[in-house]
Every structure is written in structure tokens, then in C-alpha cells.
């Protein structure tokens, strides 16, 4: 089963408009963090926001916040005041925190296009 | 630049031909990743190290795959007898993972470029 859904495959959004990105999550573990990547066109995946599965305020960090539903198990990116260079790739990932393991699990993405 | 870097950028290799990746972390950082992304989806998790300890492998990691890190600095990713089903973007990427209490809870994985390995 995925254990992260990105049910976008691709959005078009207006310059200076306000963008979700829908993410959901399946873990058992209470203790995990989810994480929001971007990659533009050069490849390189760069880090945007995080949240923990204990953190009782949502995540913010400038333009990007993060609307955390536990019960719901969604995390979804909201992009305020969209720029032309916000088109990029974006990633949710997870980390679940117990038994070890360490690597992200990454969902299938969302290819965001700004346009003006 | 004090990121993450990886070298080289692109391969392109005959099937059947070995490749070697380099991964060099970023300096203070303990722990180094390998993941693979194909064409259209997300990057997927290989194998990770503290210091140089390979703690996990993914079942991704066949038997013609290995990673070293020797002296827990730079990082190496060999793939022999490649094939093209192998042709992909191979990432790597560090972190400082604390070693007494919790720190900070996250230390978020620094990416770098990747290296895209096309097999022909």
C-alpha cells in the first residue's frame, strides 16, 4: 500500500493566487514527521517545511504553510501569494520514527506550473 | 559551496558495463543517503550510513549494488553488470543526527544534485 498519496499529478495555478498541495499518509507509528520537498528543473530536491506528528501547531516558514489533519492523516502544502519561480516538482515525504529505520518515504508528486 | 555534491553529474553506460558514484556530505554531518528516482515519480530510499556504519538497506538494493563509506566522510555507489532498467537519477543526501538527547527533532536531509545514469 502507498504510504504517501499525491493525488495531483499536475496543477496550473495564476501568479500571486494561493496553491494547495494535497498530501495523505498511512503509518501505524504514533511518532513520525512529515516533510515537504520542492525540485525544480535542475534536479536538486530542496527542503520547504516540516511537521511532527506531536506538534499541536500547524508548521509555517514564510510563504509556506502546512495544514496538518492527524486525524485525517493529511499534511497538505499551502503556497500563499504563488511566484513564477515556484514552478517546480513538490514532494511529501515521510519518516516514521520507530524501529530504526531512517530513510524518507517520498509519494509520486505534484508538478506545480505558475503562470502569469 | 559547503553542500552536498555529487560527482559525476551524468553517466551514460553500455549494459553489462560497472558505474561508480561519488557522494561527498556535507562536513559535520553523520548520516548519508542513497535514493533513486526513475522518470515521474518520487525519490525511493536505498541504503543509509552513520559515520561509516551502513545501518539499512531497502529491498531495492539488489545484490549488484554496493555502497561504502570508508572513512565516514565521502560516500561511493557501485552498480554492476548495470542494466537499463537501472537508468535513473541517483541522489544523495546528509544529515546531523544527534548523539545525546533528542536535539533538534527533525535535522531535515540536505540534498545534492544527483548523478542521472542512462544505460544503454
Known amino acids: 500500500a502507498q504510504k504517501i498519496t499525491q493525488t495531483q499529478p499536475g496543477m496550473f495555478v495564476q501568479e500571486k493566487e494561493a496553491v494547495t498541495l494535497d498530501c495523505t499518509y498511512d503509518?501505524?507509528?504514533?511518532?513520525?514527521?512529515l516533510f515537504w520537498y520542492k525540485q525544480p528543473s535542475s534536479g536538486e530536491m530542496i527542503f520547504l517545511i516540516y511537521?511532527?506528528?506531536?506538534?499541536?501547531q500547524n508548521a509555517t516558514e514564510g510563504r509556506y504553510s502546512l495544514n496538518f489533519q492527524k486525524a485525517r492523516k493529511s499534511a497538505n502544502l499551502v503556497i500563499s501569494a504563488s511566484q513564477l519561480g515556484d514552478s517546480a516538482m513538490y514532494f511529501c515525504?515521510?519518516?516514521?520514527f520507530g524501529g530504526g529505520a531512517d530513510g524518507l518515504t517520498f509519494g509520486k508528486g505534484t508538478h506545480l506550473i505558475i503562470q502569469p | 559551496d559547503t553542500g552536498v555534491s555529487q560527482d559525476p553529474r551524468h553517466k551514460i553506460t553500455k549494459r553489462g558495463q560497472n558505474v561508480t558514484f561519488r557522494c561527498d556530505p556535507i562536513?559535520?554531518?553523520?548520516?548519508l543517503y542513497w535514493y533513486r528516482q526513475t522518470l515521474g515519480q518520487g525519490p525511493e530510499f536505498l541504503t543509509y550510513?552513520?559515520?561509516?556504519?551502513?545501518?539499512?538497506k531497502s529491498r531495492l538494493l539488489s545484490d549488484r549494488f554496493s555502497a561504502e563509506r570508508p572513512k565516514g566522510s565521502f560516500s561511493t555507489l557501485e552498480i554492476q553488470r548495470t542494466e537499463q532498467g537501472d537508468s535513473a537519477m541517483y541522489l544523495c543526501?546528509?544529515?546531523?543526527?544527534?548523539?545525546?538527547?533528542?536535539?533538534?527533532?527533525?535535522?531535515?536531509?540536505?540534498f545534492g544534485p544527483g548523478t542521472r545514469l542512462t544505460v544503454l
Open positions: 543526501a546528509s544529515r546531523l543526527k544527534g548523539t545525546s538527547g533528542r536535539g533538534p527533532p527533525y535535522n531535515e536531509q540536505f
Open positions: 503509518t501505524s507509528d504514533q511518532s513520525y514527521g
Open positions: 511537521q511532527g506528528s506531536y506538534d499541536e
Open positions: 515525504a515521510m519518516r516514521e
Open positions: 562536513s559535520e554531518h553523520n548520516r
Open positions: 550510513f552513520q559515520n561509516e556504519a551502513q545501518l539499512e
